[in-house]
Each structure stands twice: as C-alpha cells, then as structure tokens.
C-alpha cells in the first residue's frame, strides 16, 4: 500500500487520464514579495494544487488546496482524493448521508495514507535524531524536507445535481446565483478553520487548549488554520508546541466539515474556491468586508467580456495581484498589509450561466476601442474599474464570433450571427449586469431581453462614459476630436 501511495506522488497516476470538466476554468498566480522599488521577487516555487474532473453517472469533482512548506501534501492530496472519490465509489443511488459518508472517509484515506507513505522518513528521522554527528546533521536536513508541509483543501462534488462542499482548512467557497424574486445571492459555504473561528477555539478548549492564547497568538506553527492535512509536527509533536501542549488529544486535525446537499435545479449563476492566498490578497489590499462581493463582482465582469473560462479565471486572479501591488506602491494606509502575497488560485464552475458573446478581434478587421466601466459596492468604500474591449467591425461585416452556453449538461458551442448594433447591445447589457454590485439585484439579470432598444440610427443611450471611445474612433475616422454631449459621432 505505501508503495502505491508514493507512486501517487512520484509517477503519472491514472488520474492524469481522467476528462476535465469543460464548464470550469481555473486562474492562478505565483507568490511574490515586493522590494522596495515595487518589483516582486517569488520567494518558493508554487505550492497550491487543484482538480476539475467530469466523472461517470453525472458526477463532477472540483477541489484547490493551499500547501506550505513544499507542494508534495497538496499534491498528494489533490490525486488520492481524487482516487478515492471517483474511483466508482459514487452513483446516482447514493443518498446524501452516503455521500457525506464517502466524502469524509476519502479525506481520512489521504491523511492516513501520506502519513503512511512518509512513516519510513519519519522513522529514520527519529533515530537518527537520537545520534546527532555532522553526517546525521546533513541527513537529517533532507528528511525534514522530506517530511515537513501540509496542506488545506476546498473540494466540492456535484452528484444528481446536488452539490456538496467539503472545508479543510483557510480556502473558501462562495455560491453565487439568482433567486427567484430576481434577487442575487452571495452564499459563502461554510467558514474557514482558523484561529478566529469560535467553534474551533470552542473544540481545542474541550481538549484542554488555551483558546484565548491562540487567538491571540493567530497562527500555530506558522499557519492560522486548525485543521490540516500532513504536518507531522502538529499531528505527532504537538506536546512539544507551547500552544498545544496542554491538548489531551490530537488537537490539528483532517476531518472535513461537510456542507450541503444544495439543489442545483434551475439555478443560475457561479460556484468559486478560492485558496487562501487569493483570499488574503484581496483582503489586506480593500478590507475584508466586502472581499466576497467584490470577487463576485470581479468574475462577473469578466464572464460578460471573456469568451474563455480560463481566461476568465487568469483575469481575475491578475486583477487580485494588481491590486495588491497597487496598493503596496500606492504608500497609503493599507500598503503596510500588502507587502507580500502567497500562490493565489481561483476556480469557477459555471451553473447555466452563459459566456460573454464571441468578439471580433483585431485580425478580423475590427479595432478594439476601451472603455471603463466602475463598480463598487453601496457599502464599500473602494472602486475598482473594469476595463472592457469594445469592437467595432470593419464595413461590410457583419459576423461575430461564436456564443458559448454552459449548464449542468456539457455543451458544445453554438456559432451565432448578429448584426454590429446587436453586438454592441449584447456587451452594454452584460456590463451593466455584471458592474453592478450584489446587493442591488442585478448581478445575474436577464440579457438581451431587458436591454435598451437601439433608436432609429442604431444607437442606444450610454450608461458609461464613452468620451475615450469616441475620441480614438474619431481619430481612426479623420474627425481629429472626441464628441462632446452626445451620443457619438454625427
């Protein structure tokens, strides 16, 4: 068994061989530390991990994990829990306590499992530990490198159209959809296991744990969560950790906190999970207030521009770490908080939430035109503009693109036509939903058919300011000068 657990690590695994879902894409960023001129340096190689797999019987498995300390936890991880997921262990007969059932002991096998993997470094480590040479010193280093790291991990399954999300650790999974009244919710599921939750400081003081110590303290053993995969040393060694020296029993733990069922049917909108160091950036950069609506908000936008879910996913994980620099540079109260930012991983699971409409791009004969459209929430005091490419097409086309249209069932993409002035009502429209923040209940409106009916000319009123639009489309069309109060060029 433990040969086939590190085989897992080291070699190809039939995993590698499983379909990925196509209605998911997923965006990440390496760590990085700013110097003083604003540059960033990355400090490790990457250590998060994620999946996106499309099993048997309508079966879908997403996860993201954070690793620290190395990638082999995480990565580990990411492929055992995937084998004892979707190796047949699920159908569509299962009922949901089977499914909470087999989602709790897959994370069991993976944590026994690495342990088990790693007992003969750890064996070796202890012995030599008690026979301490130069020669020993060196060896010994290579198998704390060998053995030290963990990982948390977000993992959500939807089966039957029902979803399931299972929390280990600091990521996060929000639910974003539209209710029935037209009202859009932002549904964080679950909270993180950190040093701030109060049922977790609650669980560690029944073992005997100074609750108050460690939420002052904010981290035990440089991480702040309390629930972990590996980590040898708050699982084994904890009696020698001040803070968890009291604890009666393993007080660290890799049991799952299991949330849902939640039906899917008829639901429009978005599922993302996050890792916590994509949490942590947006947050030391605007506040923590309002970081969920303004991801939200973020990919939002980007689905009503992108064509991709991948770039989707890489664009808003981009405008995360611009943000996080900006600030930095920027000197201003928060920059003290945004020194440095660790790997960042986005994953987005379309739920019948259509792409953006296919763009002409510029070899097609259009000219790209920018525009900035602002959004922010109601209660927030930070703006972020979203820059989108609007494109007119040369004379005489009249063509654009394809239109992608994602739902539970898998889909292949559906070329269409439409004229300019509809391209033009299509991109206005899905910004304007998109922009706007989600408390206002039009995050997931309806498009196309609530949008404004161009006039007699072609033309339908702004919403935005188009002046930079204008002057570059006046420059390309010899008038030298950009439209003053109106709705264009005359």
Same mark, same amino acid.
């Given at each position: ?341 660790? =790997?960042?991983?986005?994953?987005? %699971? @379309? ?5 953006? /409409? #296919?763009?002409? *791009?510029?070899?097609?004969? $259009? ?97 935005? =300011?188009?002046?930079?639009?204008? %002057? @570059? ?5 010899? /008038? #030298?000068?950009? *439209?003053?109060?109106?709705? $264009?060029?005359?």
């Amino acid at each position: 068994m433990a040969a086939h657990r590190r085989n897992l690590m080291q070699n190809q695994s039939w995993t590698d061989d499983l379909p990925l879902c196509q209605m998911c894409g997923v965006g990440t960023a390496p760590n990085s530390v700013y110097g003083p001129d604003g540059k960033g340096t990355q400090s490790h190689p990457n250590e998060d991990g994620h999946f996106r797999f499309r099993g048997e019987d309508g079966c879908f498995l997403y996860g993201v994990f954070n690793g620290y300390e190395g990638s082999r936890v995480a990565s580990f991880a990411a492929q055992c829990l995937t084998a004892e997921v979707l190796l047949g262990q699920l159908n569509s007969s299962h009922t949901e306590n089977d499914v909470r059932r087999i989602l709790t002991q897959a994370f069991d096998v993976v944590e026994k499992s690495y342990f088990e993997m790693i007992g003969g470094a750890l064996a070796e480590k202890t012995h030599l530990s008690n026979y301490v040479t130069p020669h020993n010193e060196e060896r010994l280093k290579e198998l704390e490198q060998e053995v030290s790291g963990g990982a948390t991990a977000v993992v959500a399954l939807i089966l039957n159209n029902k979803l399931y999300i299972a929390n280990l650790g600091t990521n996060r999974a929000l639910l974003c959809k539209s209710s029935i009244d037209g009202q859009n919710q932002v549904l964080q599921i679950g909270r993180p296991h950190g040093t701030d939750n109060e049922d977790e400081l609650q669980r560690l003081a029944a073992l005997g744990v100074d609750s108050a110590r460690v939420r002052q303290a904010g981290q035990i053993a440089g991480q702040t969560s309390t629930r972990r995969f590996g980590d040898y040393r708050v699982k084994f060694n904890y009696g020698e950790i001040e803070l968890l020296s009291a604890a009666k029993s393993k007080p660290i733990i890799a049991e799952p906190e299991i949330h849902g069922s939640q039906s899917l049917d008829n639901v429009t909108g978005f599922l993302l999970l996050m890792s916590e160091g994509l949490i942590n950036a947006l947050e030391s950069a605007h506040g923590p207030e309002q970081a969920n609506q303004e991801i939200v908000a973020m990919v939002a936008a980007e689905l009503a521009l992108q064509t991709s879910l991948e770039a989707v996913a890489q664009s808003v994980v981009e405008r995360v770490k611009r943000l996080h620099h900006d600030v930095y540079a920027s000197g201003r109260q928060r920059a003290s908080f945004c020194s440095r930012h660790e =790997d960042m991983t986005l994953l987005i %699971r @379309l739920l019948n939430y259509p792409l953006a /409409d #296919g763009v002409l *791009t510029p070899t097609q004969g $259009g000219r790209i035109y920018p525009v900035s459209v602002p959004y922010s929430n109601s209660q927030s005091t930070s703006k972020t503009s979203v820059t989108l490419s609007l494109v007119m097409p040369s004379q005489g086309t009249l063509t654009n693109g394809t239109n992608t249209a994602s739902t539970l069932e898998e889909e292949t993409p559906t070329p269409g036509s439409q004229s300019p002035t509809a391209t033009l009502q299509s991109t206005n429209t899905q910004t304007q939903s998109s922009s706007s923040s989600s408390g206002d209940g039009s995050l997931f409106r309806q498009r196309g058919s609530q949008a404004a009916q161009p006039d007699e000319t072609g033309r339908v009123p702004p919403y935005v =300011d188009f002046s930079q639009f204008y %002057r @570059l489309w006046g420059t390309d069309h010899g /008038d #030298g000068h950009s *439209t003053q109060g109106g709705l $264009g060029p005359q």
